[in-house]
């Protein structure tokens, strides 16, 4: 059974920071890459961060320069870490892992609340 559980999510004061981590179990194929989405109300899933395995990065403008993506690749696990977080920050941030067999799997979420 695959899953993907995320963490570290919660309520945060603009300014403040947050580490989000993510566990991927049970997938039988190479994970090419991991990777964070998220989601805000009435909005679609953007892009936040994603690695891939040889050590590429890409980010979304609105993070760059605040956020960190990482990788454990031996425990299949990616982190976020979230840093000068703004209330537009605030949705529910998904795990992504994509695989070398070109299948995509996904988190539950966990929820980020920027607000003084």
């Known amino acids: 059974q695959v899953q993907l559980v995320e963490s570290g999510g919660g309520l945060v004061q603009p300014g403040g920071s947050l580490k989000l981590s993510c566990a991927a179990s049970?997938?039988?194929?190479?994970?090419?890459?991991m990777g964070w989405y998220r989601q805000a109300p009435g909005k679609q899933r953007e892009l936040v961060a994603k690695a891939t395995s040889g050590g590429g990065t890409n980010y979304a403008d609105s993070v760059k320069g605040r956020f960190t993506i990482s990788r454990d690749i031996a425990k299949n696990m990616v982190y976020l870490q979230m840093n000068s977080l703004k209330p537009e920050d605030t949705a529910l941030y998904y795990c992504?892992?994509?695989?070398?067999?070109?299948?995509?799997?996904w988190g539950q979420g966990t929820q980020v609340t920027v607000s003084s």
């Open positions: 049970g997938i039988t194929f190479r994970i090419s890459t």
């Open positions: 992504n892992a994509f695989t070398a067999a070109f299948t995509n799997y």
